[in-house]
């Protein structure tokens, strides 16, 4: 199973809640229940939201973190967001797309930032492909990126002289 790390671009941290239970060569490290993430994937429809809470609040009950992924995507609205209080929200790369170019894109993301900043949730901008996309996410606030950009999905570790010389750009 590859992953594809999740960059802390204010830090200059490199990482992955879901890659956190496996060793840099992918081998099982062990279970580490803090590390794991329940992700509710915005691109399917909720048909029963109190079912839906109760698994939530039960995993959260067991330690695990939750996310809401593909924010932005599919059946998303904020009612999702109000009523689950995610750990982490992953915005999908439909809104992160060409941002660099797009106003209205750049104007949803900068106020989801502030949304999320608000409300102590984790925002991640997933599908960074470009450094223009990067610059313009950096500029919005955006703290954790992911994306072809900085790896593509694999099992190896990005060399830290890739990331630290990334980040003077």
């Not at 992955?16 to 081998?27: D, S």
């Not at 924010?71 to 995610?86: I, K, V, Y």
């Amino acid at each position: 199973m590859a992953f594809q790390p999740i960059v802390d671009i204010v830090r200059q941290e490199i990482f992955a809640y879901e890659a956190l239970v496996r060793g840099p060569n992918g081998e099982n490290a062990g279970s580490v229940i803090k590390a794991v993430t329940d992700e509710i994937t915005e691109g399917e429809a909720v048909t029963d939201p109190a079912h839906l809470a109760r698994i939530v609040t039960a995993y959260r009950a067991m330690g695990f973190r939750t996310a809401i992924d593909d924010f932005g995507a599919g059946h998303s609205n904020l009612n999702l967001l109000a009523q689950f209080r995610p750990d982490i929200i992953k915005l999908d790369m439909v809104l992160i797309r060409d941002i660099d170019r797009d106003k209205v894109r750049q104007s949803l993301v900068r106020h989801c930032v502030g949304l999320c900043d608000d409300l102590g949730i984790l925002m991640v901008a997933e599908g960074i492909e470009t450094l223009a996309e990067y610059q313009t996410l950096r500029g919005l606030g955006v703290k954790f990126i992911q994306g072809y950009l900085l790896a593509k999905p694999g099992w190896r570790r990005l060399p830290e002289a890739q990331f630290t010389d990334f980040t003077t750009v």
